[in-house]
């Protein structure tokens, strides 16, 4: 694995980048309901990874020692936990709702590490699809109760467009940190 | 009176709770300057190429129209000047307080979220440049919105058209009070609960009120577009389209309400011991 850090800070960055970035008023308005969730699309790659980091900086914030997976799986939980009460001031949303999906995508993605590293991409595709549909309708209910935001297809339209967005992740992960198997 | 007064303390003691949270937001925000930044950078980009290709002709062109529109502008200033003058003296008859002035700070648009259900943008001035939550804004066509979270530098704003957004209104023609609702939809607002009799006709004005202390008094907010009365509901429905640009991105003013004078401390010793029986 080559530097996962450095690519993962990028892919980060931009992905908080875009999910603020808003298309131009003279462009068709229906596009906006189709934006992908870079957010948890970042999330998945990074944390699919997580058993194979050894990097200095990971293991000095996310291992207490190597054969503990208990306290690495506890401290990625509360980090992206962290990352989703940036995420909720950034988009203007109510405090933890990011923070409280992103913590569940992970744990999904922690616990069954191993048996998803089985996957085919078609399958993995399928699974973010399921996964992100989930996780919309969880944010799309927090929003309806506090803020009165009306029920629509967003929470499918959103899952498509990043379920075809995947393979482009995947494939700029692969090309430069390496596959997520362990061989 | 005493359930008044239970109910101020409860509300206090709400508003205390969630002030930490309020700050961590602020901080957060703070913190989120650079992403708003990043975001709007290929906007500043094209603005910048399309400021540079500008040629000679068109900006002489341009500046012409604008020296027409200050000599017009200057003009009605003018006579804004004797009208206020007049009214400060009318008003000083009627033993009634002069209106205080606002303070308005010019912001620029930085951030819009990309969700079409929120009715929200994100400006570049914050705490440091004196905007606080509550805080109204207007462009230069009508009532925009207002400040609801601020930080050091940036503030976010929640549009008039959001759902759950209410301005207490009147009728330019007739003087009524009504409220006026948003919709989620960008050029719909809609009058709530006006009972049938009301006088409303298709394109009339509405504009603040000023009750409430929120907004200051006489932006325009929309003009009506639809009246309906049927003959089985008590209410009309009537819904009217923002007069401000709300889609555009560019330049808005935020106004300050203006300075009172400061709460007697006797005031303030009352309410805390009513808190205190409660």
């Known amino acids: 694995m080559r530097a996962p850090g450095f690519f993962m800070t990028v892919v980060i960055f931009l992905s908080l980048v875009l999910s603020v970035f808003h298309l131009p008023e003279d462009w068709p308005s229906w596009l906006a309901f189709w934006r992908p969730q870079w957010m948890v699309l970042a999330l998945i790659l990074w944390v699919q990874r997580v058993p194979q980091y050894r990097g200095a900086l990971f293991q000095l914030l996310f291992t207490k020692n190597a054969a503990d997976d208990g306290t690495t799986t506890r401290r990625v939980l509360v980090c992206v936990w962290l990352l989703g009460l940036y995420v909720d001031t950034l988009m203007g949303e109510p405090f933890g709702l990011n923070g409280a999906i992103f913590a569940t995508v992970t744990f999904y993605l922690l616990r069954f590490h191993d048996r998803l590293q089985l996957q085919t991409l078609f399958q993995q595709m399928v699974m973010i699809f399921m996964m992100i549909f989930l996780t919309e309708i969880l944010r799309a209910f927090a929003l309806n109760t506090v803020t009165n935001q009306p029920w629509d297809l967003q929470p499918l339209t959103l899952a498509a467009s990043s379920m075809l967005l995947w393979p482009i992740f995947n494939w700029l992960a692969q090309r430069f940190i390496g596959p997520s198997r362990r061989t | ?278």
Not at chain 2, 174 to 190: E, H, K, P, S, W
């Open chain 2, 1 to 278: 009176m005493s359930f008044q007064a239970n109910n101020k303390g409860k509300v206090d003691r709400a508003e205390r709770s969630q002030g930490s949270l309020v700050t961590l937001r602020s901080i957060i925000l703070t913190l989120a300057r650079p992403i708003y930044s990043a975001a709007q950078a290929p906007y500043d980009a094209t603005g910048l190429v399309t400021d540079i290709s500008t040629d000679r002709q068109s900006l002489l062109q341009q500046r012409d129209a604008l020296s027409a529109q200050l000599l017009q502008l200057n003009q009605q200033q003018q006579r804004l000047q004797y009208l206020q003058a007049e009214n400060a003296r009318l008003r000083q008859l009627l033993n009634s307080k002069a209106q205080l002035p606002r303070q308005a700070t010019i912001a620029e648009i930085i951030g819009v979220p990309p969700d079409p259900l929120r009715a929200a943008v994100i400006l570049d001035k914050g705490s440091d440049d004196g905007v606080a939550a509550g805080d109204a804004v207007v462009d230069e066509k009508g009532l925009f919105g207002q400040v609801v979270t601020v930080s050091q530098d940036t503030c976010w704003v929640v549009l008039i058209t959001d759902r759950d957004h209410a301005i207490p209104a009147r009728n330019n023609r007739t003087g009524v009070r009504m409220i006026v609702g948003g919709t989620g939809a960008y050029d719909n607002l809609v009058l709530e609960d006006l009972p049938a009799s009301t006088d409303l006709l298709e394109g009339d004005l509405i504009e603040t009120s000023g009750l409430g202390g929120r907004f200051p008094v006489g932006y325009p907010i929309g003009k009506v577009n639809l009246v309906e009365r049927t003959q089985d509901s008590p209410y009309l429905q009537a819904t009217l389209v923002p007069t401000a640009a709300l889609l555009k991105v560019g330049h808005v003013l935020i106004i300050a309400p203006p300075k009172t004078d400061v709460v007697p401390p006797a005031e303030a010793v009352e309410d805390e011991s009513v808190e205190d029986n409660s």
